[in-house]
């Protein structure tokens, strides 16, 4: 079992800063990927960027490459989704996941633990 804890959204103006961080409990956390999904009201939700459990190779949605980087901390039971760049259109519930030794980094369906979201809105 795995519990995720998501802080540090907020508000921001455009072109502005964040950084969200995910608490993980649990003593395996180095064995599970590590997802970043968003949704706002009426879509989808939509993956962001993802880290894996062997490695430390990092996936991107195209939306959001270059301006966003995804980190973890093995031995704090954190990842970390720094956040550059800020658009509007970036603003959502930003979801942090976690799924054991899963490669199926950028679907939903790889991950089988999710937190309870932290709000992000980036105004123009």
């Known amino acids: 079992q795995v519990q995720l804890v998501e802080s540090g959204g907020g508000l921001v103006q455009a072109g502005g800063s964040l950084r969200l961080s995910c608490a993980a409990s649990g003593r395996t956390f180095s064995n599970y990927a590590m997802g970043w999904f968003r949704q706002t009201p009426g879509k989808e939700r939509e993956f962001v960027a993802a880290?894996?459990?062997?490695?430390?190779?990092?996936y991107y949605a195209d939306s959001v490459k270059g301006r966003f980087t995804i980190s973890r901390d093995n031995a704090k039971n954190a990842v970390y989704l720094q956040m550059n760049s800020l658009k509007p259109e970036d603003t959502a519930v930003y979801y942090c996941?976690?799924?054991?030794?899963?490669?199926?980094?950028?679907?939903?369906?790889?991950?089988?633990?999710w937190g309870q979201g932290t709000q992000v809105i980036v105004s123009s």
């Open positions: 996941a976690a799924g054991l030794f899963s490669t199926a980094y950028t679907v939903g369906a790889g991950y089988g633990y």
């Open positions: 880290i894996s459990w062997i490695g430390g190779s990092t």
